[in-house]
């Protein structure tokens, strides 16, 4: 994935959250510290689940990067020095 995809999805996601969040405030039949508190634990989530992927991803990416460090030049590209 390239980067300008990962940052127009983590931008339409942050969108989301906050016209959600916005709608859920404004038709919301609980008090408003009881809407506060609902918004408040769902971003929570929302944080943790981005927090779990990204380390996720990390450790794919890490264990790829072991993976090709590890592969043997060509000889031709060894002569070339």
């Known amino acids: ?11 339409g996601l942050l969108s989301g959250v906050i016209v959600g969040a916005a709608v859920v405030t404004l038709l ?4 408003g510290t009881e809407t506060r508190q ?4 769902k971003v ?3 944080i943790d689940a ?3 992927t ?9 264990g790829e990067y072991s993976a090709a460090i590890q592969i043997p ?8 020095d």
């Open 1 to 11: 994935m390239r980067l300008n995809q990962v940052l127009g999805f983590l931008g």
């Open 28 to 31: 919301a039949p609980q008090s």
């Open 38 to 41: 609902r918004i408040t634990d």
């Open 44 to 46: 929570h989530e929302i």
């Open 50 to 52: 981005g927090k779990q």
């Open 54 to 62: 990204v380390a996720d991803k990390r450790q794919q990416l890490q």
């Open 73 to 80: 030049l060509p000889s031709s590209e060894l002569e070339s």
